[in-house]
């Protein structure tokens, strides 16, 4: 079984700021990793996710996340943030061996102010 | 791209009603999930589905049972709707295999009252 921590529940930032969203996981096995994002009223959508190879993956809007297996973290950042950021994020986990079940951590509320 | 329709953006109910919660899928994949999100508790698995009358319990599927008899529809049954089951309930689907990850439906806001 997977888990997966969010330590951060809220982040507040100014728009232009770098922030980091960060996200750890517990596993016995190899996992697949994933950062969604929901934004008011509206379900998740797939933002970014490390399958395999190069360790650092982007999203087409800015945001990047480096898997360190050392670690077992995936966190999450942007260099400057901007006013449309502001969403929940979700980490989540998967094993690589075969099922479909996501593991979710309890969610970061980002919220970016001017 | 996928489309995850969920019938419903916001839904009241009385204590005990029996209650549906409905979710479509146009792109015939096989799993289909459904999850509750509480504020500070994220996302909660409750019912999956490999395959047509196919279900699994996840990990809170008590006060919940699902049915799938097309491979397109998944649906949430409360048999007896209470106050804690208010919540937002998120459908999902994927292709299969792991690595594809999921797409969501928009979510239905169930209040029980």
């Known amino acids: 079984a997977q888990s997966v921590t969010q330590l951060d529940s809220q982040v507040p930032v100014f728009e232009e700021a770098p922030v980091e969203l960060r996200c750890n996981y517990s596993?016995?096995?190899?996992?697949?990793l994933f950062w969604y994002v929901q934004y008011p009223n509206q379900g998740l959508q797939l933002l970014l996710k490390y399958l395999s190879g190069s360790t650092l993956v982007e999203s087409i809007n800015g945001f990047e996340a480096e898997f360190n297996k050392s670690q077992t973290s995936f966190h999450l950042r942007k260099p400057s943030v901007h006013i449309s950021d502001t969403a929940e994020y979700f980490c989540a986990v998967t094993s690589t061996g075969g099922g479909n079940k996501l593991t979710f951590g309890t969610g970061t509320q980002l919220k970016v102010e001017l | 791209d996928v489309k995850v329709t969920q019938s419903s953006r916001y839904l009241v109910k009385r204590t005990g009603e029996k209650v549906f919660l409905e979710c479509v899928q146009d792109m015939d994949h096989e799993n289909m999930f459904w999850y509750r999100q509480d504020p500070g508790l994220g996302l909660r698995l409750i019912y999956f589905?490999?395959?047509?009358?196919?279900?699994e319990k996840g990990d809170i599927p008590e006060g919940y049972s699902v049915s799938r008899e097309k491979k397109e529809r998944f649906s949430l049954i409360l048999e007896s709707a209470s106050t804690n089951q208010t919540s937002m309930y998120l459908c999902?689907?994927?292709?299969?295999?792991?690595?594809?990850?999921?797409?969501f439906g928009s979510g239905t806001r169930l209040t029980v009252v």
């Open positions: 999902a689907t994927t292709a299969g295999g792991s690595a594809y990850g999921y797409t």
């Open positions: 596993s016995s096995v190899s996992v697949y």
């Open positions: 589905s490999y395959d047509v009358k196919m279900k």
